[in-house]
């Protein structure tokens, strides 16, 4: 089974060739850690300890961010024991550098038995950690035949995948039958997984990693801009924004002008190729604009467009809105995590499109903590909040609070995977 999905995987590889080319050669996509990607290990990961480490995978950003509190507790708890941790994007390598050290972080490598080998030769793990929904079947198996145990965490099966992974169950209930453990966000997720092939006595609920996720405001960008922005002036962020939004926020945003002359729109792109074409849209809407990559700390930011053109910035910056966007949500994307303006206590509007964080955008619905937009009604929204501050506050606050009454997943992580450790000496 595993040769005819190699080969079947090859097979794509080669036929998809010429579309990896044009993202590396003409938008520079992919092109960091190609070497990585292809097995060759890099000389930084040395600290391996003197018993077998943790290789966690969290494929971008946001993975990454679920995963840190997990990282820090599993530190603690298990000094004698390095924790990897590899990603898929070039975004979520730069973060996960910052947070555990580029010692500890490399680029996923390729589900090819020839890419996979010199890292499990190297790092030789006893415990595999894969975040969210990373079946990578190759990996899996070659994982446990060196005798690493495996654990998929903070697992979701979204509403767009199931259908896909249902109608090839019978190939994924072998793949799954290797996994030790599965530790769902929802009730739904745990039954979704159980109809796709995984051993139900193996999936349990742990609840989201997400909601344990503690952002720091201490970002270099925060004070500065914070000094720069008026006191009269209000703030609305608009993260992690796609393609067919940034018309749309900047429209309402004009809007909002009229009424609030002194008003702040920070526009986060969630691609940052894409950086380019939204600071010619804002040129393009007669915008007043400034360009986080060319502003001086000393030049006052008021009645305008701050475009946010960096990477991983966005989340601290959240602390300063008064009203918070979040993309990807308006067009068909899916929607990204309102959890980390959520936790500020700042009001919080998102599209109607949320399914890749359905079960997220259901509880903080129920419980009033999360306002519905359209690219229709998304300025009068804004107007009507920043003119009623007390609804605007009430929003915040039963974002937070509903943030904070759902934490709690990494400690049923940790519970949950200390007995795949268990009696495991150093290799």
Known sequence: MYIVYSLLLACVALLSMPWWAFQMLRLGKYRAGFGERLGRVPGRLKSIGPQGPIWIHAVSVGEVLAVSQLVAELNKQYPDRAVFVSTTTATGQQLARQRFGQDHVFYMPLDFGFALRPYLKKLRPDLLILAETEFWPNLIHLSRRQGAATAIVNARISDGSFPRYRRFRGFFSRVLSEVDLFLAQTGADAQRLAEIGAPQDRVHISGNLKFDIRLSSASTLMGP?????????????????????EELVLAAFQKVLDQFPKAVMIVAPRHPERFEKVAGM????????????????????????????????????????????????????????????????VAVLTGPHTFNFREITRIFIEGGGLSVVTGESMAEEFLDLLRDGPRREQLGNRAKELFRRNTGATRKTLEALAPLLEGRGSQ
């Not at 801009?225 to 939004?245: K, W, Y």
């Not at 604009?289 to 960096?310: K, Y």
């Open 225 to 245: 801009l914070r000094q720069a922005i008026g006191q009269d002036s209000p703030v609305i962020v608009c993260g992690s924004t796609t393609e067919g939004e």
């Open 282 to 345: 804002i040129e393009s809407a007669g915008l007043k604009s400034i360009r986080r990559s060319a502003w001086q700390e000393s030049t006052p930011v008021s009645g305008c467009v701050f475009l946010l053109d960096s990477v991983g910035e966005l989340a601290a910056l959240y602390a300063l809105a008064d009203l918070a966007f979040v993309g990807g949500s308006l067009a068909p994307a899916g929607g990204h995590n309102i959890l980390e303006p959520a936790q500020y206590g």
